[in-house]
C-alpha cells in the first residue's frame, strides 16, 4: 500500500476514496507493532492528515476508518507528534464524547447507530494508546482535565455500550497509573471511588442485605458473564491506583468498607474460565492490600450469613478463600514477586490486626506439631510450604512468607523457631534485632500451652538449627590418631587465619539488642536461642 496515493487523496478531499485506500491499508497493517523506520516521516504526515479529515464532517464509517488507521499508527512512538498536542487530545477527545477543557463532547445515546458507538470506541482505543505511549500525551491530557470529563461520560454510559465503557475504565486507569496528580485529582474532585463503586456494583449484579453484606451468589447464576468480568478487571485496576492516594477524609471509611464488601462478594464468584476467575480475585486482592486494614473485618462479619462460633460468630470463607489462593500461587513456583506477595501482605496485615482471622489462620497454617522427625521445609502442607520460601532467592518474597508465620506466631521468636528451625528464621531475626530472642512490638492476647504429647516427649532433642530431630552422626574423629587429630586442628587453624587476614570472615557476635556486631564489640556470644515456648489462640 503506498503512503504516497493515501496522503494525495487525503489532500485532495476525497474522503470516500480515502476511506477505501485506508481500509486497504489498515487491513494489511491491523497486527503491525514493528514499523519501518524508512518511512517515518510519511507516517507522521499521515496522523496530521487523519486529524485534518477528522475535523471535517465526514460520514460515521469514514471516522471509524481513520481512527483506525490512527490507532495502528499509534503503536509507534515516533509518530505521535501531531497527536499529542492540544489539539490532537481535544479532537479525539471530542470523538469518544468526552467533554474536555477547551473541546466538545455530547454524550453517547441509547439511540445511536453502530456505526456512531464505533466511532466513539475507536476513539478511545487512540486515546488509550496515545496516553500510554506518550509522556506528552499524558501532561496534555491532564492539563484538559481529560480525567474529570471521562467521570462525567462514564456515568451517562449505559450497560448497552459494552466496549465504550470497557475502554472508558482503561482511559481511566492508564491516567491514573501514569500520573500520580491525576490520581488524586479523581478521587478528590471527580469522585471517581463512588463512580468505580457502582461499576463493580452493576457489573457483579451486588444485592445489598446488611449495611455492608452483600446476598450470597444466586445458584441459578453462578458465573460472572465474561463481559462483566471484563469491566469488573478494569474497574478493580483503576480503583487500585485511585487508592494509592493518602485517604483522610472521614466519609471514606463507609466508601471503602462498601469496597471491602463488594470484594468479599467477588472472592465467591467464578467466571466461565478458571484463569479468568483468578485474574479476577488476584486484582480483588491486590485492591484489598490497598485499603486500611480496620475495614477489613468487613470481610468477616457478615450476620445474615451467619459464621462460626468458635470464632465469635465471624465468617471465615473468604479467609480460607484466601488461604487457597495462597496456595495455588505456591505450587504455581512462579512470579512469586507479584503473584504471591499481595495476598501473604493481605494475610499478615489482617492477622495482625483482627483477632479473629489470626486465630483461624493459626489453626489451618500451624496446627499443633506432632511428627517432627522431618525437617520444616520438607513436605506438602502449607507450613512446608512457606518455610521453604523463607529461603527464596527474592528478599521480599521471603520476607513476606517469615513475616506471615510470624504474626501468626504472636510475633513470639521461640514459637516461630519451633515451627521453622532457626536457620530459616535467621534473615529475619537478623532483619527485626531478634536474633537473641523476644518479641515484636505488636501486643498479643496471653500466651497458654498449646503442645502435644508427642512433641513434648521429643522437645529435648529436636536440633534447634533444623527444626526437627536428628539422628547421631557418627564421630569422624573417633578412629583417628592423635597425630591425626592435631594435623586437621592445626589445618582448620591456618584455613581460618588465612580467610581472618583476607578479610574474607569477620568473627561477629550479638549485642543485647539482638543485633549483630564484630566480636569485640558484643556483650555476649551468639548462639543459638533457647528452645520454644508454646502458645495458643
Not at 247 to 259: A, P, T
Request: aromatic letters at 4%; hydrophobic letters at 35%; glycine letters at 8%.
Amino acid at each position: 500500500m503506498s503512503m504516497r496515493d493515501i496522503l494525495s487523496e487525503i489532500d485532495g478531499g476525497d474522503d470516500e476514496r480515502v476511506e477505501q485506500l485506508l481500509q486497504k491499508y489498515n487491513k494489511e497493517n491491523c497486527r503491525t507493532f514493528a514499523f519501518d523506520h524508512k518511512e517515518e516521516d510519511g507516517r507522521i504526515k499521515l496522523c496530521q492528515g487523519l486529524l485534518t479529515v477528522l475535523k471535517r464532517p465526514v460520514r460515521p464509517l469514514c471516522q471509524s476508518t481513520c481512527l483506525e488507521t490512527l490507532r495502528i499508527l499509534s503503536r509507534d512512538k515516533r509518530v505521535l507528534g501531531p497527536i499529542d498536542t492540544r489539539e490532537g487530545i481535544l479532537t479525539l477527545a471530542g470523538l469518544a464524547r468526552i467533554r474536555a477543557t477547551g473541546g466538545v463532547g455530547e454524550p453517547l445515546e441509547e439511540e445511536q447507530s453502530a456505526e456512531e458507538e464505533r466511532v466513539v470506541v475507536e476513539a478511545l482505543k487512540c486515546l488509550c494508546n496515545v496516553v500510554f505511549n506518550s509522556v506528552a500525551a499524558q501532561q496534555m491530557c491532564a492539563d484538559v482535565q481529560l480525567a474529570e470529563g471521562l467521570c462525567a461520560h462514564l456515568y451517562s454510559v449505559s450497560s448497552a455500550h459494552h466496549e465504550v465503557g470497557l475502554f472508558s475504565l482503561r482511559l481511566i486507569f492508564l491516567l491514573s497509573a501514569l500520573r500520580t496528580d491525576v490520581r488524586g485529582t479523581l478521587r478528590k474532585e471527580a469522585g471517581a471511588v463512588r463512580l468505580l463503586t457502582g461499576v463493580l456494583e452493576r457489573s457483579l449484579d451486588v444485592r445489598w442485605v446488611g449495611p455492608y453484606e452483600a446476598a450470597p451468589p444466586d445458584p441459578q447464576t453462578p458465573y460472572i458473564s465474561p463481559e462483566n468480568n471484563e469491566h469488573t478487571i478494569e474497574a478493580l485496576k483503576a480503583l487500585f491506583n485511585i487508592t494509592l492516594t493518602d485517604s483522610s477524609e472521614e466519609d471514606n471509611d463507609h466508601q471503602l468498607r462498601l469496597i471491602v464488601g463488594i470484594m468479599r462478594h467477588l472472592l465467591l464468584l467464578k467466571t466461565q474460565s478458571e484463569d479468568k476467575t483468578e485474574e479476577a480475585h488476584s486484582h480483588a486482592i491486590n485492591l484489598l492490600s490497598n485499603l486500611p486494614v480496620q475495614c477489613l473485618d468487613v470481610l468477616i462479619d457478615v450476620p445474615v450469613q451467619g459464621g462460626l462460633e468458635k470464632y465469635g460468630g465471624k465468617n471465615m470463607d473468604v479467609v480460607q478463600l484466601l488461604l487457597d489462593f495462597m496456595e495455588r500461587r505456591i505450587d504455581k513456583g512462579s512470579n512469586y514477586k507479584e503473584g504471591l506477595t499481595p495476598v501473604l501482605s493481605l494475610m499478615t496485615e489482617s492477622s495482625r490486626y483482627h483477632r479473629e482471622i489470626r486465630r483461624y489462620l493459626k489453626t489451618q497454617v500451624l496446627p499443633p506439631l506432632k511428627d517432627v522427625k522431618e525437617r520444616p521445609e520438607i513436605g506438602c502442607t502449607v507450613r512446608n510450604k512457606l518455610v521453604r520460601i523463607m529461603t527464596h532467592i527474592d528478599l521480599g518474597v521471603k520476607q513476606g512468607a517469615a513475616e506471615f508465620l510470624f504474626v501468626l506466631c504472636k510475633e513470639s521468636v521461640d514459637n516461630l523457631l519451633k515451627y521453622t528451625g532457626y536457620g530459616n528464621a535467621a534473615g529475619l531475626l537478623m532483619a527485626r534485632g531478634l536474633l537473641a530472642g523476644g518479641r515484636g512490638e505488636t501486643q498479643y492476647s496471653s500466651d497458654e500451652d498449646s503442645d502435644t504429647e508427642e512433641y513434648k516427649s521429643v522437645k529435648p532433642f529436636i536440633n534447634p538449627i533444623t527444626g526437627h530431630i536428628e539422628h547421631p552422626m557418627p564421630n569422624p574423629m573417633e578412629e583417628m590418631t592423635e597425630e591425626q587429630k592435631e594435623y586437621e586442628a592445626q589445618k582448620l587453624v591456618n584455613m581460618i587465619d588465612e580467610l581472618s587476614r583476607k578479610e574474607l570472615i569477620r568473627p561477629m557476635g550479638v549485642r543485647r539488642d539482638g543485633t549483630l556486631a564484630p566480636l569485640g564489640e558484643t556483650i555476649h556470644g551468639c548462639s543459638p536461642p533457647p528452645s520454644s515456648n508454646s502458645d495458643s489462640d
